[in-house]
């Protein structure tokens, strides 16, 4: 007989990690899918900046495995492999997870984002080969080069200081005129001398032979195209929420994100919806822990309660 939970979580990031500590410190029994690595894209941060009680930032590659012993310590029942299919019946979701089926009366999507693809030339076939979304796993590699970083928002700020630890010169290739990047993500990036930004700049392809040896760019203003030299290329344009498994049982928003209401519920019954995934998220670690803590709650509540919203 399957096992009954009355809080699976699906996406062991931050924000299921945290779900997962709440709802079974509020006496849940509580199951936590937590696909092939649990941690999420905060895995591969070096230092995940603005995090309270870390004035210092604190490695995702920390953070996530003593939010995880913290969720196996409360009581969570913790289970590797990807969610493959959900079905709700009556009054339970039916998973598949890792080919073993597993039935819960509420459920948590919690399963993040995935970085966005550039999608120029080069970008596929140099993937691995100098094209790289891990500034801390490659950043020692990278000693005394030159490196290329894609975009300007917190996550192109936060990986340019990451690789300017190693590299010798850091260039922020930006569509823009402006970063987006927080206040003091700018001032750090001003202070860095092997960090510079170039604005309204595009790359057009990825250049390389065995492996990336620069980037081909366009700048906006003038129309011209240049050649800079690098031995790798880091796009960080932006985040793609991981919405599949939901796709049919929710309608989704225009940015593919999960529309949920002020306690974190979807359109459907006993289904919540936390961290980088749902419509309005924050964006910020600390904002994807806030709300797997309250989807939990709500989950908790709707346990007790069966009430659920209007629409
Ligand atoms: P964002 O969506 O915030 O920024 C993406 C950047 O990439 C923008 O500057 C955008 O340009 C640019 N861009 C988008 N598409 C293209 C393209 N096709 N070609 C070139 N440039 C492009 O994504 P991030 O990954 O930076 O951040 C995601 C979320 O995570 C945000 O909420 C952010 O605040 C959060 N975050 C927070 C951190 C922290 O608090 N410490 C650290 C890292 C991320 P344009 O501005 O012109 O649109």
């Known amino acids: 007989m399957t096992d009954e939970f009355d809080i699976a979580i699906a996406g062991a990031g931050i924000a299921g990690l945290t779900a997962a500590i709440t709802a079974s410190r509020l006496g849940r029994k509580t199951l936590l899918l937590t696909g092939h690595v649990p941690g999420g894209l905060l895995l591969s941060i070096n230092r995940i900046d603005g995090y309270p009680g870390f004035p210092e930032g604190v490695p995702g590659y920390d953070l996530c495995p003593m939010a995880q012993d913290q969720a196996v310590a409360a009581g969570t029942e913790l289970v590797s492999g990807e969610v493959t299919a959900i079905e709700q019946r009556d009054d339970y979701f039916l998973l598949s997870a890792g080919g073993n089926p597993y039935q819960a009366r509420t459920l948590i999507i919690a399963t993040g984002a995935g970085l966005k693809a550039l999608g120029v030339p080069g970008e596929e076939r140099f993937q691995g080969k100098g094209v790289s979304h891990c500034a801390s796993c490659d950043a020692p590699m990278l000693r005394h080069r030159t490196v290329v970083v894609i975009g300007g928002g917190d996550s192109a700020a936060q990986e340019a200081l990451t690789l300017a630890e190693s590299a010798a010169d850091v260039i922020i290739l930006h569509r823009g005129a402006s970063l987006k990047a927080q206040f003091a993500y700018q001032q750090a990036l001003r202070a860095h001398a092997a960090v510079s930004v170039r604005y309204h700049t595009v790359v057009e392809e990825i250049l390389g032979d065995a492996a990336v040896t620069g980037v081909r760019f366009r700048d906006l203003t003038t129309g011209t195209s240049g050649v800079l030299d690098a031995a790798a290329v880091f796009a960080y344009i932006g985040l793609k929420p991981n919405t599949g498994l939901v796709k049919d049982l929710v309608q989704l928003d225009e940015t593919g994100s999960i529309p949920v209401d002020a ?25 994807s822990a806030g709300d797997g803590a309250l989807a939990a709650q709500s989950a908790d509540a709707y346990l007790n309660t069966r009430a659920w919203r209007d629409t």
């Open 263 to 287: 306690m974190l519920r979807t359109e459907r019954r006993g289904l919540f919806a936390a961290g980088i995934v749902r419509t309005g998220a924050a964006g910020r670690a600390a904002g």
